[in-house]
């Protein structure tokens, strides 16, 4: 390790049941988020991604520039990288013809490649050991095709396959509380507990938010895009100031709360 892996806080919050919360409320904007600008401000999907691709970069730099975790740069990256892997899935299947199977199996791949060179890189996978820019950047690449994974596979079940969205969240819900009693039960371990509900998470917000946009026909309540996405910022804002005063979850490299 170089001088300047050294000296970092670790750079990732204390998973709370607030963390669930935004995760799952930062699913739902990306989902919603991406379909108001794709459709309702007429952007069209190329410079929706191109809008978007661009603002995550610039939050990302932030990020990667400084030395410990801060709640609203922190939160503003994953939600930004939900609307972008929502992005990059919906190019792979609109404007390239890509089947919702191989995109699935696609970005599986990459998500398993992603952790075996974390791993025999840094040695652990823990998001409690964040301490290093290698290590920060293994963490961002992971968490970025999380959310295409999951957008692919929750695309695949509640429309490919026709379960319609109310039932996929249902599934992706049920599978959820399996890794929750797993994890509790001491039959899988914090970090395969962790990610396996991070992937997972992804479709459960997307089917949610689809679920209350989505035009009754289509099996959907038909809420507006706007109000969905709008709701859910305010509350993902109300509970990213709560975390930036109380501090509650931070912690330090060592994996302690300060």
Partial sequence: MTDADRGLLNKVPLVTLAFWVIKILAT????????FLNFNL??????TSLLAAAILAGFLWLQLRQDRYVPWIYWTCVVFLSIVGT?????LSDNFGVSLYVSTAVFAIALAA?????????HTLSIHDITTPA??????LAILFTFALGTAAGDLVGEQMGLGYA???AIFGGLIMLVTIGYYSKLIGPVLAFWSAYVLTRPLGASAGDYLTQAPKDGGLGLPTMT???LSLVIIIV???YLSISKIDAIEHDGKEV
């Fill in 42 to 47: 007429g952007f069209g999907l190329t410079m």
């Fill in 239 to 241: 509970l990213v100031t």
């Fill in 167 to 169: 039932l996929s969240g």
């Fill in 114 to 122: 992603t952790f075996f060179l974390w791993h025999r890189a840094e």
């Fill in 228 to 230: 969905v996405s709008a």
């Fill in 28 to 35: 739902t904007v990306g989902e919603t988020g991406a379909d």
């Fill in 87 to 91: 992005l990059i899935t919906d190019n």
């Fill in 135 to 140: 290590r920060e950047r293994y963490y961002w």
